[in-house]
């Protein structure tokens, strides 16, 4: 199953959200977002005007230490038109999406991190956080537990009742809520200023800017490639045209071949075989086992094996990171173009050596046939 956008199917099927937990869970948690709800609205009154005198308390108490930077804040609206106080001085914060917890640790704020979600797994590091649980249904007793000065959440995956439960307690929630590439990066730069990183946010965000430019300039006389995206196999699922991925497939020289108001719609393979994409984009934790070879599998499969792109060897197994909004994504992007347009950026005989750049990472193998040699975030 997928990690990121699995459970965004789940909510829209409305199912899972049919009848969770019991009466004694309502309860329990009830009462405790009652009390959380208390003592926040106690260490929040007067925020912005008043300064409270404070009873002595050691530096390394969460509770007081969150106390202390609430005394001074900012009001901000977050992408999804909520309107909250945010502490100037964040110095805990929890994430509630894998990306998000991606973006955090680009920009070197991890120290910051104090909590994140069960899928939460890139870089390894992030998944020896504490955890809230999942993206879909976290806990909000764990949350309220590790006394956050801000919480980041986006729409993609995380629901909108998660944010506003946390809200009328007090703990404020950012929601971020891209549509595209560049929508991707101003989040990026937006929450960096949240978390007091604004020269990280502007380094990062303008080193992507940089290569996703030099893409551009590369393929803007190319004409585009036309792909079926499988965001999942079966029943099979691609993008619509107001996705992150289908922007992120245009700066990489591509456009979907279905064409969709729905973010994901359900497609029938007699409808692909009519359309016949140039190229069949795969990523691997949308699919099953069997498919992971580069599609070779597809051949044997009925109706697959009609389409041009698979009778061609035209699969492409693309990076994970595609169907993430995070720094990431700049990667994929990048590798997605080098599969789909090799005649823009054929390699070059250096010394006897074969090079080809891709971003700022390098690949270098012999001419005559050495196996290719990666960096490790190229590996990965």
């Not at 709800?37 to 108490?61: K, M, S």
């Not at 005649?343 to 010394?351: A, G, L, M, T």
Request: aromatic share 6%; proline share 6%; hydrophobic share 45%.
């Amino acid at each position: 199953m997928p990690r990121s956008i699995r459970e965004a199917f789940l909510l829209r099927g409305g199912s899972i959200l049919a009848a969770r937990g019991t009466r004694q869970r309502f309860f329990t948690i009830a009462l405790t977002i009652a009390c959380a709800a208390f003592a926040y609205g106690v260490r929040n009154a007067g925020a912005a005007d008043v300064r409270p005198q404070q009873r002595a308390t050691t530096p390394a108490d969460p509770a007081a230490q969150t106390a202390a930077n609430k005394r001074t804040v900012k009001l901000v609206t977050d992408e999804t038109g909520r309107r909250m106080a945010i502490p100037l001085n964040v110095q805990r914060v929890v994430s509630l999406a894998p990306n998000l917890t991606e973006t955090i640790y680009a920009l070197g704020l991890d120290a910051k991190l104090v909590g994140d979600t069960t899928f939460c797994d890139i870089p390894p590091a992030a998944k020896d956080k504490p955890h809230v649980g999942s993206t879909q249904d976290p806990s909000l007793e764990a949350i309220v537990a590790l006394h956050p000065d801000l919480v980041l959440a986006t729409t993609s995956i995380n629901r909108a009742q998660t944010a506003d439960a946390l809200l009328k307690i007090g703990v404020p929630v950012y929601t971020s809520d891209p549509h595209t590439v560049t929508g991707i990066l101003n989040s990026i730069s937006t929450m960096a200023d949240l978390m007091d990183a604004r020269e990280q946010g502007a380094n990062l965000v303008a080193e992507s800017q940089k290569r996703l430019d030099t893409l551009h300039a590369a393929l803007q006389d190319r004409p585009l490639a036309h792909v079926l995206f499988v965001v999942w196999e079966d029943p099979l699922i691609s993008i619509g045209q107001n996705t992150f991925i289908a922007d992120a497939l245009r700066w990489a020289g591509a456009e979907s071949i279905i064409v969709a108001s729905q973010n994901w719609p359900q497609v029938s393979m007699e409808e692909v075989v009519r359309l016949q994409p140039d190229y069949i984009v795969l990523t691997p934790d949308h699919l099953e086992a069997e498919t992971h070879e580069h599609g070779d599998n597809l051949r044997q499969r009925p109706t697959w094996s009609d389409l041009r792109a698979v009778k061609l060897g035209h699969v492409v197994m693309g990076s994970d990171e595609f169907t993430r909004p995070a720094p990431g994504l700049v990667d994929a992007i990048e590798a997605l173009a080098h599969a789909l347009h090799p005649e823009v950026f054929s390699p070059q005989v250096e010394n006897g050596k074969v090079k080809m750049e891709v971003g700022a990472h390098f690949y270098a193998a012999t001419a005559a046939g050495e196996s290719w040699r990666g960096c490790g975030t190229c590996a990965r």
